[in-house]
T-cell receptor, first 113, second 116 residues
């Protein structure tokens, strides 16, 4: 079965703390893509990153970093020195079987000043 | 470049009434998705188009939901008749399509439907 699991429903941190959002996926396909999206209170899903199944290099973009490990079927997202503006719901997604795109249930991140 | 455009942003209707949502994808994007997002949950796929062909509509409740993408560009999703349980945000997304390197989907702002 194809599935994305985000076990953390909600996380609360104080500004400047580091926080990691977990994502575990299941797929039988050998070629697939993983994504993270941010959904701020305005409601629009904002694309953050794409990673394909053949590229396990970790990526850093400013305060954001992503750790992709095929051995554990995980694609975790870390925000360093969190800010209030990072408060949102974050979704992990899996694209397989050419263009089928499924989402996890999301993790609500609240960053308090 | 314009993003995915959806209208209306909000809609309130009485149960048993019809409702329609419109989506204009990013120019050049062959793949178009309609998702439904219930409060506190992730988006769930309703239907996926490759150009004008519906290639995955297995999750679309066909007794009351219908969709079309006649010219392979913009799309309409309809519910008739609406039920209280249809209250949700309806999201449209588009991507370049099969074989493209940049496979990410871009989303519109969604239509928040409230059925009373």
């Amino acid at each position: 079965a194809q599935k994305v699991t985000q076990a953390q429903t909600e996380i609360s941190v104080v500004e400047k703390e580091d926080v990691t959002l977990d994502c575990v996926y299941e797929t039988r396909d050998t070629t697939y893509y993983l994504f993270w999206y941010k959904q701020p209170p305005s409601g629009e899903l904002v694309f953050l990153i794409r990673r394909n199944s053949f590229d396990e290099q970790n990526e850093i973009s400013g305060r954001y970093s992503w750790n992709f490990q095929k051995s554990t079927s995980s694609f975790n997202f870390t925000i360093t020195a969190s800010q209030v503006v990072d408060s949102a719901v974050y979704f992990c997604a899996l694209r397989y079987n050419t263009d089928k795109l499924i989402f996890g249930t999301g993790t609500r991140l609240q960053v308090f000043p | 470049e314009a993003g995915v455009v959806q209208s209306p942003r909000y809609k309130i209707i009485e149960k048993k009434q019809p409702v329609a949502f419109w989506c204009n994808p990013i120019s050049g994007h062959n793949t178009l998705y309609w998702y439904r997002q219930n409060l506190g949950q992730g988006p769930e796929l309703l239907i996926r188009y490759e150009n004008e062909e519906a290639v995955d509509d297995s999750q679309l409740p066909k007794d009351r939901f219908s969709a079309e993408r006649l010219k392979g560009v913009d799309s309409t999703l309809k519910i008739q008749p609406a039920e209280l349980g249809d209250s949700a945000v309806y999201l449209c997304a588009s991507s370049l399509g099969t074989g493209a390197t940049n496979t990410e989907a871009f989303f519109g702002q969604g239509t928040r439907l409230t059925v009373v």
